[in-house]
């Protein structure tokens, strides 16, 4: 005759992975997010601030509040590269 708790100890294993799993997910993406949240639902607008928080910070969820950008800002623009690419001469 089966014991009922003879399942308690599979069922216990199986919960632990999916916690496992679940807690794994969520350091992995708050690690690449710098501590924030993920984004969902990004437009064209909140792309192109994150290309510019990229160049002015150094990372795409850093954000700057100094009035004057840093000196590198005039340089690593990727709108010349753009405009090189398009025309076809690099």
């Known amino acids: 005759m089966p014991v009922p708790f003879e399942s308690f100890i ?8 999916f916690v496992v799993t ?3 997910i969520n350091f992995a993406q708050t690690r690449r997010n710098e501590g924030k949240k993920p984004r969902y639902s ?6 192109k601030m994150m290309t510019r ?6 990372t795409p969820r850093g954000q700057n509040d100094a009035p004057v950008a840093p000196p590198e800002f005039k340089i690593n623009s990727s709108w010349k590269v753009y405009r ?7």
């Open 10 to 17: 599979p069922f216990g294993i199986m919960s632990a992975m």
């Open 22 to 24: 679940g807690v794994g």
């Open 42 to 47: 990004m437009d064209d607008w909140d792309r």
């Open 53 to 58: 928080d990229k160049q002015l910070t150094g």
């Open 84 to 90: 090189s690419l398009r025309n076809g001469v690099l």
